[in-house]
């Protein structure tokens, strides 16, 4: 069992360089950050001075004492190459070679785009990312894609992207839809794989936990981190409340005063040569803001694994973590995606991993509105699963809405309403989305369900003693068990004997994957599984006359 590393000259048999390699001096890195390139440096022992190391040739590093399916710590290219004596190497051709290495995202940046077929018509970034995993230039390098999501595509404009390149591509389709891209080696099936997917999927997982908190520390599934390199960085360098984005034939400006209210008004532009119209770029400018909500957490840490256990995390995938003095990470098991890892063979018995860690984050806006140019863009449709671009990091909360009406012609809601704090979790997102006035977005049975705030209480008035019905949706991000409580309402008549509802759907979908029933006054209880949907809605509804909405509970799985 050991570390193996093998070079891919351009002729001849691959070349064994393990026993050539100054382990010690080993430090691979590999990142998983919109397509960005991880430089990592060895050092190889060249005593007769019979090697010869080109660049751009592929180069690998494995560790056999793993599974045999996840073998492979690294497999890129040599870059540039120092030869030198060394402290050791000072006779007739002794030498070492320290050599740079690029990790597999170079291969985005290999190829320009020179088909007729990449004068591409309006499409989604699902559609065009589909296109070009099935292109010369892109699809003959990288040919695997189960990790290329085809949720919440969105539009795009029609562009000619010959003479560019497939980093042009990728980045253009991931600055409309909000999702991260990099290549990974997908050693199952021998091949480079595309991930292209939101940050806060709930695709691609690890097994193993980190934390801090040594009781559940047991060096199988839970490691120990290192209480001296784990540091939170909180970053408000993305936070903007306006975004002017100029595209071609144009500009638009989209603010946020949400935004502008928690932290400062403050602006950036965005230019893209490839958007060519209004409606694109503004969708694009909304899709910044919904990013610019919050600072940029990211959170470095180590630990120590075994030698059969190197790669059970990886660059790229998701991983449960739990920290005890980061304000936010310290209820619960908070799931991180990881943008950066080193691996460096600290003994024969143990790698040392350090990764580089971010939340994912949701893109909902306190307040249902961004502004532009002095117009106000409406709140997202009630059914409208796009602005939830990722699962959120520990299975937030991520939003509530009623079905429709004007809370008796109040203002909407905004994020000190005394209503929102009726939500409990051990952490959660929260936001209002308000129906507008005299419009049903939900109607039932031909009915407008307006609701106020009778007292303390959300009432529905609609037609509280002929037996009107009224509803309230949840979505939820991830496993986990939703309780909502309804009771008869306080300015509302109710019958005694009615009832509430609840049915809970996977996104899309019109099957439901759990339903209860209760009289009034009892908590309704809906288990959501872990079947593959990133997000599920609950629709809770009080049948026979108005009721009051008292709470919603969420306690991830």
Same mark, same amino acid.
């Given at each position: 069992?050991?570390?193996?590393?093998?070079?891919?000259?351009?002729?001849?048999?691959?070349?064994?360089?393990?026993?050539?390699?100054?382990?010690?001096t080993a430090?691979?890195?590999?990142? /998983?950050?919109q397509?960005?390139?991880?430089? &990592?440096?060895?050092?190889?022992?060249?005593p007769?001075? $019979?090697?010869?190391?080109?660049?751009?040739?592929?180069? %690998?590093?494995?560790?056999t004492?793993?599974?045999?399916?996840?073998?492979?710590?690294?497999?890129?290219?040599?870059?540039d190459?120092?030869?030198?004596?060394?402290?050791?190497?000072?006779?007739?051709?002794?030498r070492?070679?320290?050599?740079?290495?690029?990790? !597999?995202?170079?291969?985005?940046?290999r190829?320009?785009?020179?088909?007729?077929?990449?004068?591409?018509?309006?499409?989604?970034?699902?559609?065009?990312?589909q296109?070009?995993?099935?292109?010369?230039?892109f699809?003959?390098?990288?040919?695997t894609?189960?990790?290329?999501?085809?949720?919440f595509?969105?539009?795009?404009?029609?562009?000619?992207?010959?003479?560019? %390149?497939?980093?042009?591509?990728?980045?253009?389709?991931?600055?409309? %839809?909000?999702k991260?891209?990099?290549?990974f080696?997908?050693?199952?099936?021998? *091949?480079?794989?595309?991930?292209?997917?939101?940050?806060? =999927? +709930?695709?691609?997982?690890?097994?193993?936990?980190?934390?801090?908190?040594?009781?559940?520390? #047991?060096?199988?599934?839970?490691?120990?981190?290192?209480?001296? #390199?784990t540091?939170?960085?909180?970053?408000? +360098?993305?936070?903007?409340?306006?975004?002017?984005?100029?595209y071609? $034939?144009?500009?638009?400006?989209?603010? &946020?005063?949400?935004?502008?209210?928690?932290?400062?008004?403050?602006?950036?532009?965005?230019?893209?040569?490839?958007?060519?119209?209004?409606?694109?770029?503004?969708?694009?400018?909304?899709?910044?803001?919904a990013?610019?909500?919050?600072?940029?957490?990211?959170?470095?840490? &180590?630990?120590?694994?075994?030698?059969?256990?190197?790669? *059970?995390?990886?660059?790229?995938?998701?991983?449960?973590?739990?920290?005890? *003095?980061?304000?936010?990470?310290?209820?619960g098991?908070?799931?991180?995606?990881?943008?950066?890892?080193t691996?460096?063979?600290?003994?024969?018995?143990?790698?040392?991993?350090?990764?580089?860690?971010?939340?994912?984050?949701?893109?909902?806006?306190?307040?249902?509105?961004?502004?532009?140019?002095?117009?106000?863009?409406?709140?997202?449709?009630?059914?409208?699963?796009?602005?939830?671009q990722s699962?959120?990091?520990?299975? *937030?909360?991520?939003?509530?809405?009623?079905?429709?009406g004007?809370?008796?012609?109040?203002?909407?809601?905004?994020?000190?309403?005394?209503?929102? $704090?009726?939500? !409990?979790?051990? !952490?959660?997102?929260?936001?209002?989305?308000?129906?507008?006035?005299?419009?049903?977005?939900?109607?039932?049975?031909?009915?407008?369900?307006?609701?106020?705030?009778?007292?303390?209480?959300?009432?529905n008035?609609?037609?509280?003693?002929?037996? $009107?019905t009224?509803?309230?949706?949840?979505?939820?991000?991830?496993?986990?068990?939703?309780t909502?409580?309804?009771?008869?309402?306080?300015?509302?008549?109710k019958? &005694?004997? /009615?009832?509430?509802?609840?049915?809970?759907?996977?996104?899309? =979908?019109?099957?439901?994957v759990?339903?209860?029933?209760?009289?009034?006054?009892?908590?309704?209880?809906?288990?959501?599984?872990?079947?593959?949907?990133?997000?599920h809605?609950?629709?809770?509804?009080? #049948?026979?006359?108005?009721?009051?909405f008292? %709470?919603?509970?969420?306690?991830p799985?």
């Amino acid at each position: 069992m050991a570390l193996r590393v093998m070079y891919v000259p351009s002729s001849g048999s691959n070349v064994d360089l393990s026993t050539r390699l100054r382990a010690s001096t080993a430090v691979i890195t590999s990142n /998983a950050e919109q397509g960005s390139v991880a430089i &990592s440096q060895i050092v190889l022992d060249d005593p007769e001075g $019979g090697i010869n190391i080109l660049g751009l040739r592929p180069f %690998s590093l494995t560790e056999t004492a793993e599974s045999s399916n996840q073998t492979v710590i690294f497999n890129g290219w040599t870059a540039d190459r120092d030869v030198t004596r060394g402290p050791s190497m000072r006779t007739a051709a002794a030498r070492l070679w320290d050599v740079r290495l690029t990790d !597999t995202n170079m291969t985005i940046t290999r190829r320009i785009m020179r088909g007729a077929d990449a004068n591409r018509p309006a499409e989604t970034d699902v559609a065009r990312v589909q296109w070009l995993l099935g292109t010369t230039e892109f699809g003959a390098i990288v040919q695997t894609s189960r990790y290329v999501s085809t949720l919440f595509p969105v539009a795009m404009d029609a562009v000619d992207y010959r003479d560019q %390149s497939n980093q042009q591509i990728l980045d253009d389709c991931s600055q409309q %839809s909000g999702k991260n891209y990099f290549v990974f080696y997908d050693q199952p099936v021998a *091949h480079y794989g595309l991930y292209y997917d939101f940050p806060g =999927s +709930s695709k691609y997982r690890s097994a193993l936990r980190l934390t801090n908190i040594l009781g559940y520390v #047991d060096n199988d599934i839970t490691f120990g981190v290192s209480e001296t #390199d784990t540091k939170l960085n909180r970053d408000p +360098s993305r936070v903007y409340s306006g975004v002017v984005l100029p595209y071609v $034939g144009g500009e638009v400006y989209v603010q &946020s005063d949400a935004i502008a209210a928690e932290f400062i008004r403050r602006d950036t532009t965005a230019p893209s040569v490839n958007v060519k119209t209004s409606a694109k770029a503004t969708a694009r400018a909304n899709r910044y803001l919904a990013d610019a909500t919050t600072e940029a957490d990211v959170i470095t840490t &180590s630990f120590l694994v075994p030698l059969a256990k190197v790669n *059970h995390l990886v660059e790229g995938q998701a991983v449960q973590c739990r920290f005890t *003095h980061f304000p936010g990470y310290d209820q619960g098991w908070n799931w991180m995606r990881v943008l950066k890892r080193t691996v460096t063979a600290t003994s024969e018995e143990y790698y040392t991993i350090e990764v580089e860690m971010a939340a994912a984050i949701g893109g909902l806006l306190a307040g249902g509105g961004l502004t532009s140019e002095g117009a106000t863009y409406p709140a997202p449709v009630i059914n409208d699963p796009v602005p939830l671009q990722s699962c959120v990091a520990a299975n *937030h909360l991520t939003y509530f809405y009623t079905a429709g009406g004007t809370r008796g012609g109040l203002a909407p809601a905004t994020p000190d309403d005394p209503f929102l $704090g009726r939500f !409990t979790s051990t !952490t959660f997102l929260q936001y209002w989305l308000p129906g507008n006035p005299g419009i049903s977005e939900y109607p039932t049975a031909g009915l407008v369900n307006q609701f106020y705030e009778g007292g303390d209480a959300l009432c529905n008035v609609g037609n509280s003693t002929a037996g $009107g019905t009224a509803n309230v949706r949840i979505t939820v991000v991830g496993p986990g068990t939703l309780t909502v409580l309804i009771t008869a309402g306080l300015a509302c008549t109710k019958p &005694s004997t /009615a009832t509430v509802s609840g049915l809970a759907y996977p996104s899309g =979908s019109a099957t439901p994957v759990d339903t209860d029933s209760q009289p009034v006054g009892t908590a309704l209880t809906l288990v959501i599984p872990d079947d593959g949907f990133c997000t599920h809605y609950a629709d809770c509804t009080g #049948d026979g006359g108005g009721f009051t909405f008292e %709470s919603a509970t969420w306690s991830p799985a």
